[in-house]
């Protein structure tokens, strides 16, 4: 079944540690996003891309750092995690179809907490 | 001014109402408009798409645009207590050769039994 996967669904860790946010599609989409999603307020969009080897870095900054060596994957790394990384982190994919290219589909995303 | 703006709610309506949901945005050039769901602890799920002027249904889903009034809105009917979520609409919008979609903050909608 085609779907979108993202690992780990909650995570909870220290200040200073690196993390890497998994995520992958069955769905042969060449546009992958992340976005950051606190309480009550939009998604804001932190990185993109169109393709094997493109990265765009999104509206929000963000410190956190894109790579996407195979289209089915693009993970996310913290180097070095901080309490303001705590959010919720969720990636999507879009197909580049005429007349859909604005649909983009969710991943369920993962609960980042950082003390 | 905020690019799309949506009431947060709380909405809260007893089962079997029509409910409606709506937002405004700021920019006329936008032709593409979604409509999300999301559950609790959960990804936004795509529920309408709609693309210039007009309505467009999806079984007790309706998606309207009014781009005179610069207006979007969802509109429930025979809600049911599945429904409840929090209900995030989103245009399309091409920002430096890049197709992007920009949220509005959701409004969390309670169908109680």
């Known amino acids: 079944e085609a779907d979108i996967y993202q690992t780990p669904r909650y995570l909870v860790i220290g200040t200073g540690k690196k993390i890497t946010l998994e995520c992958s599609q069955t769905?042969?989409?060449?546009?992958m996003y992340w976005y950051q999603q606190d309480p009550g307020m939009e998604l804001h969009l932190i990185h993109y891309?169109?393709?094997?080897?493109?990265?765009e870095k999104g509206d929000l900054s963000s410190e956190s750092t894109v790579s996407r060596i195979r289209t089915e994957h693009f993970p996310l790394t913290l180097e070095s995690a901080r309490p303001s990384h705590t959010s919720q982190y969720l990636c999507a994919s879009s197909p580049i179809v005429k007349g859909h290219k604005y649909e983009q589909f969710f991943g369920p995303g993962t609960r980042l907490t950082v003390l | 001014q905020k690019e799309v703006e949506q009431d947060p709610g709380p909405l809260s309506v007893p089962e079997g109402a029509i409910v409606s949901l709506n937002c405004t945005y700021s920019n006329s050039a936008f032709q593409y408009f979604m409509w999300y769901r999301q559950y609790s602890r959960k990804g936004p799920e795509l529920l309408m798409y709609?693309?210039?002027?007009g309505n467009k249904e999806d079984g007790r889903f309706t998606a309207q645009v009014d781009k005179s009034s610069k207006y979007i809105s969802l509109f429930i009917r025979d809600s049911q207590p599945s429904d409840s979520a929090t209900y995030l609409c989103?245009?399309?919008?091409?920002?430096?050769?890049?197709?992007?979609?920009?949220f509005g903050k959701g409004t969390k909608l309670t169908v109680n039994p």
């Open positions: 769905m042969g989409h060449d546009k």
């Open positions: 709609t693309y210039s002027s």
């Open positions: 891309s169109y393709g094997v080897n493109s990265t």
């Open positions: 989103a245009k399309g919008a091409t920002q430096g050769g890049s197709e992007k979609l920009v």
